[in-house]
């Protein structure tokens, strides 16, 4: 039987214990990235501790138009950079998603920005090109999700690219090896379902990231 045991009581602890694997980035030009609403709030403790820029990385799932429950990749918007993924379980689902694409930049990507843009306040992406970037997940993000978030930072060429999750499967952390410099995981989930990550995991509104965002550019303590 598997351990449904939390390991975490929220986003924000996660956070804290993810940032202590990732203090020998501390005091260097580093840029952490959330990814998506619920990677920001793993993201802002990280930023805070090694006194790095916090931004956020805005993505959604795709889902074949008229069939919600049919996830066949994400998407990511960084700036002026789209990034889509797919994930290929075959290869009529590829061939598929290759049809999908088309869709998704007229249906998809001008809300997304949108979202961006709000999550900021209308402030500009922080600057990565040349510096050394965290991808943040909460562990939950879907390893297209987080695949999407990374080769959205990758494009605008940092120095060195690192992927954090708070927790992951060795599967999850060797597919997201391919993305990224280097993957930063505080523990292995194992047997552990996805679900008993957090034992408080409540709603995250877009004022909460625009919150922590604004905090963290003005430099005062975010909790």
């Known amino acids: 039987m598997r351990q449904t045991i939390p390991l975490y009581r929220d986003r924000a602890a996660a956070g804290l214990v993810l940032a202590e694997k990732l203090m ?7 840029a952490v990235f959330g990814v998506g609403a619920s990677g920001v709030l793993v993201a802002a403790p990280v930023a805070e501790a090694l006194g790095a ?29 789209v990034q889509i993924v797919a994930e290929h379980r075959s290869d009529r689902e590829r061939s598929r998603s290759v049809e999908l694409t088309d869709t998704v930049r007229q249906c998809d990507l001008s809300q997304l920005r949108q979202l961006e843009n709000t999550y900021r306040a209308g402030r500009p992406s922080e600057q990565v090109t040349g510096r050394l970037v965290i991808v943040v997940g909460d562990g939950l993000t879907s390893l297209a999700t987080m695949r999407a978030a990374a080769s959205a930072v990758r494009r605008h060429h940092p120095a060195r690219l690192v992927i954090a999750l708070p927790t992951g499967t060795p599967q999850v952390r060797r597919m997201l090896s391919k993305a990224a410099d280097e993957v930063v995981c505080s523990l292995s989930l194992g047997l552990l379902h996805a679900e008993s990550v957090y034992s408080e995991d409540a709603g995250i509104s877009v004022g909460d990231v625009r919150r922590l965002l604004s905090a963290q550019a003005a430099g005062a303590t975010t909790v």
Request: net charge negative.
């Open 53 to 81: 820029d916090l931004d956020v990385v805005a993505v959604r799932q795709l889902t074949v138009p008229g069939q919600p429950d049919q996830v066949w990749g994400a998407v990511a918007v960084l700036g002026d950079c």
């Open 24 to 30: 020998k980035y501390a005091g260097q030009n580093v």
